[in-house]
């Protein structure tokens, strides 16, 4: 029979050597950074994944990355939510979200797939009134660079924000275990602030041409230069152009 188990976290990926860098792993690295900072048990084989065992706020936590590929997730996932017999309150998914910029980080209970094939297969095998941890990797600006872009590695130039947010993820996960979802939102994005892309730079790119437009403003407003109305010069000025009178 199994064991009373509180939680079940899962991180998606694909499994191999080949994807272990790729955007589309994140939620695998949130998954090890977590085990490995609250020393969870070895992986082991178990649900057509490697599930890790340990304690996050006095509760027993069943870490899982789904070994289906990702498209097949809710197969591996469901079958562990099965086996302990949990409702998907149960449940948070751990996994990459183009449609956040890179280090950005929202957790929400709910709602579509939003074209995540990982999620769509959870929602597809067990519903989908489960929390879900979306950590953002960016868009690449085009629909057909999608599948290039979260099949890519993550840059060298990435470790600056994600190596701080997987250590946020890891240090303040018992918070989520806690309900207190703002909270650990916050701890991610203290950890990142300044880290992910140029967004420090922003308001000062900003702020450059509106001091120019005002510039630009001020200058009709000044006083027109007065002419001349008596001497050769205003002589010289009625002969061009006559007299206006």
Request: hydrophobic content about 40%.
């Given at each position: 029979?199994?064991?009373?188990?509180?939680?079940?976290f899962?991180?998606?990926?694909?499994?191999?050597?080949?994807?272990?860098?790729?955007?589309h792993?994140?939620g695998?690295?949130?998954?090890d950074a977590i085990?490995?900072?609250?020393?969870?048990?070895?992986?082991?084989?178990?649900?057509?994944?490697?599930i890790?065992?340990g304690?996050?706020?006095?509760?027993?936590?069943?870490?899982?990355?789904?070994?289906?590929?990702m498209?097949?997730?809710?197969?591996?996932?469901?079958?562990?939510l099965?086996?302990?017999?949990?409702?998907?309150?149960?449940l948070?998914?751990?996994y990459?979200?183009?449609?956040?910029?890179?280090?950005?980080?929202?957790i929400?209970?709910?709602?579509?797939a939003?074209?995540?094939?990982?999620i769509?297969?959870?929602?597809g095998?067990v519903?989908?009134?489960?929390?879900?941890?979306?950590?953002?990797?960016?868009?690449?600006?085009?629909?057909?660079?999608?599948?290039?872009?979260?099949?890519?590695?993550?840059?060298?130039?990435d470790?600056?924000?994600?190596?701080?947010?997987?250590?946020?993820i890891?240090?303040?996960a018992?918070?989520i275990?806690?309900?207190?979802?703002?909270?650990?939102?916050?701890?991610?994005a203290?950890?990142?602030?300044?880290?992910?892309?140029?967004e420090?730079e922003?308001?000062?790119?900003?702020?450059?041409?509106?001091?120019?437009?005002?510039?630009r403003?001020?200058?009709p407003?000044?006083?027109?230069?007065?002419?001349?109305?008596?001497?050769?010069m205003?002589a010289?000025?009625?002969?061009?152009?006559?007299?206006?009178?």
């Amino acid at each position: 029979m199994p064991g009373k188990t509180a939680l079940v976290f899962a991180g998606l990926g694909n499994p191999g050597a080949k994807y272990a860098e790729n955007r589309h792993n994140v939620g695998f690295m949130a998954a090890d950074a977590i085990a490995r900072r609250h020393s969870f048990s070895p992986w082991s084989k178990k649900f057509q994944g490697l599930i890790s065992e340990g304690t996050l706020g006095g509760e027993k936590i069943i870490l899982i990355k789904p070994q289906t590929f990702m498209n097949l997730s809710g197969q591996s996932v469901g079958e562990a939510l099965r086996f302990y017999k949990l409702d998907l309150s149960a449940l948070t998914v751990f996994y990459d979200e183009i449609d956040l910029a890179e280090g950005k980080l929202r957790i929400k209970t709910g709602g579509g797939a939003g074209g995540h094939n990982g999620i769509r297969s959870i929602d597809g095998h067990v519903g989908n009134a489960y929390r879900r941890v979306r950590i953002g990797v960016g868009h690449p600006g085009v629909k057909e660079m999608v599948q290039h872009h979260v099949l890519g590695d993550f840059a060298k130039a990435d470790r600056d924000w994600l190596d701080p947010l997987l250590d946020a993820i890891a240090d303040n996960a018992a918070m989520i275990v806690k309900g207190d979802e703002s909270g650990f939102m916050n701890k991610a994005a203290l950890a990142v602030q300044g880290k992910a892309g140029a967004e420090p730079e922003k308001p000062a790119q900003k702020q450059a041409p509106k001091q120019q437009s005002q510039a630009r403003q001020a200058r009709p407003q000044q006083a027109p230069a007065k002419l001349p109305e008596t001497g050769p010069m205003a002589a010289m000025l009625k002969k061009l152009f006559g007299n206006k009178d």
